[in-house]
Nanobody, 123 residues
Framework: QVHLVESGGGLVQAGGSLRLSCIGS????????VAWFRQAPGKEREIVAA????????FYADSVSDRFTVSRDNAEATVYLHMNRLKPDDTAVYYC????????????????WGQGTQVTVSS
């Protein structure tokens, strides 16, 4: 059974940093692309960043491209989202998701999802 488990969320002041982790199990982690999505109250779920199976390529939403970095450690079956210079607009539930191909940007293109972790940025 496939599991993705996020951790690392919390409450932080604007300008601060957090590192989210996503641990995968139950499938061949190193062969799947992984993305981070977020969903704020009353808004649609949106992609934040994605990384290919090897970690050699990644893409970001324009709103975070100069502040967030995605990385992965396949030996640990973990993907990270390093978030710097956080803003109140970054407040959302953050989800990791896995897909067999890299480059997907839509929710329905991802096969496996975690339960989410809350990030709250205070002003």
């Amino acid at each position: 059974q496939v599991h993705l488990v996020e951790s690392g969320g919390g409450l932080v002041q604007a300008g601060g940093s957090l590192r989210l982790s996503c641990i995968g199990s139950g499938y061949t982690f190193g062969t799947y692309a992984v993305a981070w999505f977020r969903q704020a109250p009353g808004k649609e779920r949106e992609i934040v960043a994605a990384i290919n199976y090897s970690g050699s390529d990644a893409f970001y939403a324009d709103s975070v491209s100069d502040r967030f970095t995605v990385s992965r450690d396949n030996a640990e079956a973990t993907v990270y989202l390093h978030m710097n210079r956080l803003k109140p607009d970054d407040t959302a539930v953050y989800y990791c998701a896995a897909a067999p191909n890299y480059g997907y940007r839509r929710v329905h293109q991802y096969d496996y999802w975690g339960q989410g972790t809350q990030v709250t940025v205070s002003s």
